[in-house]
């Protein structure tokens, strides 16, 4: 485990040291469903539709995970920071096995109501269908999903963003080798369509498990004290689920908006889910962009504390945010340029290319505002102040975007058009508002023992 050293490099070059990796893996983890949609795609509109629909579905079952990952971010930066190795590693393994024990729990739960979800959204019978099996088959593999969440977690805080994005690479390429001859079936190989798109992507989680339990086991053999790196640590635990739980209420917050905001896109019809499907598809790559500057503000921010540097930690939070923006800028000039060619990329019908490409467009236009979001809320949460993120979401859930979403896309009548130009303005004012938070400064004020 790495302490940053605040004091003989640049800021500047600490961010992008940070950053780049953290970025890269981002992308990466989307890039898993990112193809399994690419690939599905050759085969019809309705099998964008259904396992769009369904990546949605296991994007909020894998979102409670995120927040034991921001437990395990932030007591394993504040540790290094302050540079005791042994409690951070405690702190990591034992987040570690609290998610394993939660996910088995919460897979089996979301396995058993996977058809339920399906009915609420009012979709055809060959979208439920479908989408189940794909939605099913990933949930086999979700708890070495959920360990990959809290393992690479624990690395970033400790400063090491390069090793969890090198196991994301390979996690991927994996996916695509594997997709292509479980979907399309070459060869010797079953044609399974959607559901080896499941199987590729779950087979890949498990790779990514054993790599990481192959590093972390070896990082144990070699570190000081790993007697008590290896203990069970109940009032760590209590840390790690103190910062953690406004976290998981946040995401469930986001989520339960989600699947409020995703029921009036279902109400538009296929062609407008599977349009809205690719749009999200091609923006999720920016988003990573905009997560992996927040995680680097996170362990800076973390570290920063930690080494009772307060003012660099503030610092460094803002200029990751100024240069979150310029980036993400940047991809958004790119979707008003290329939106064509993008959307391309999925060979849609007609119908569901134009609306795809228009919902691009917009979306070029909230870039900055999302990267000034995630960035800032990042820097919080690794100063282990969870509430003011949860406060955010909550406010900007269902006082913004819901009700912006149904008065723009049902009572103007704008349909999918509607639905992109209310989470535009969603995300404008939750720029505005992360900012004034950060600002106040409740996060300098959050003691981890």
Known sequence: MERLDFEGKPLTYLIFQLAWPALLENMLHTMVFFVDMLMVARLGTVAIASVGLGGAMIFVVTSIFQALSVGATATVARFVGARNYEKAGRSALNAI????AIGVFVALFMYLFTPLFFGFFGVSPLVKKLGTIYVRTVLLFAPFRFFLFVAGASMRGAGDTRTPMKITFVMNSFNILMNYLLIFGPGPFPRLEVLGAGIATGSSFVLGMVIYTVLLWRMILKGPGRGGILRFDRELLFHIVKISTPTALEQLVLRLGFVVFLRIVTS????ALAAHEIAVRIESMSFML????????????GQGLGAEL?????????RTAFFSMVVMTLIGMFFVLFPEALVSLFSPGKAVGEMAVLCIIVAAFEQPSIALTMTLTGGMRGAGDTVSPLFLSFLGTFAFRIPLVYLFAITFKLGIFGVWLGTISDWGLRGIISAVLFKRGRWK???IR
């Open 97 to 100: 096995a609290l998610s394993i």
């Open 268 to 271: 538009l019809g296929t062609i």
């Open 290 to 301: 905009g997560i992996g500057f927040g995680t680097a503000a996170a362990t800076l921010v």
């Open 310 to 318: 307060q003012e660099i930690a503030e610092k460094s939070a803002w």
């Open 445 to 447: 004020k959050i003691e």
